[in-house]
Nanobody, 121 residues
Framework: QVQLVESGGGLVQAGGSLRLSCAVS????????MGWFRQAPGKEREVVAT???????YYADSVKGRFTISGDITKNTLYLQMNSLKPEATAVYYC???????????????WGKGTLVTVSS
């Protein structure tokens, strides 16, 4: 059974940084396309960034240049480095894994429970 567990969320001031981690168990991450999604209060879930292990990445326009998605195959862990955070980044962030990388439309089969990021102004 595949499990994804996010960590690293918290409260940060605008302009600050956080690094989210997603520990994957049950399957090697190298067999998946993976991504980070977020859902802000009262809004629909949206894709933040996706990656495959051949080096392809996708970033939403709202985070491009400030967020970096990466992974460590040896630790079976996915990361999201978030810099220059803005209050509108406040959301629950979810890690997810899917079969085929298709950028923003990568279909995800497995989801974590999420970690809350709050950015204060």
């Amino acid at each position: 059974q595949v499990q994804l567990v996010e960590s690293g969320g918290g409260l940060v001031q605008a302009g600050g940084s956080l690094r989210l981690s997603c520990a994957v168990s049950g399957r090697p991450v190298s067999g998946y396309a993976m991504g980070w999604f977020r859902q802000a209060p009262g809004k629909e879930r949206e894709v933040v960034a996706t990656i495959n292990w051949s080096g392809s990445t996708y970033y939403a326009d709202s985070v491009k240049g400030r967020f970096t998605i990466s992974g460590d195959i040896t630790k079976n862990t996915l990361y999201l480095q978030m810099n220059s955070l803005k209050p509108e980044a406040t959301a629950v962030y979810y890690c997810a894994g899917g079969k085929t990388f298709r950028g923003p439309t990568t279909s995800m089969d497995y989801w974590g429970k999420g970690t809350l990021v709050t950015v204060s102004s």
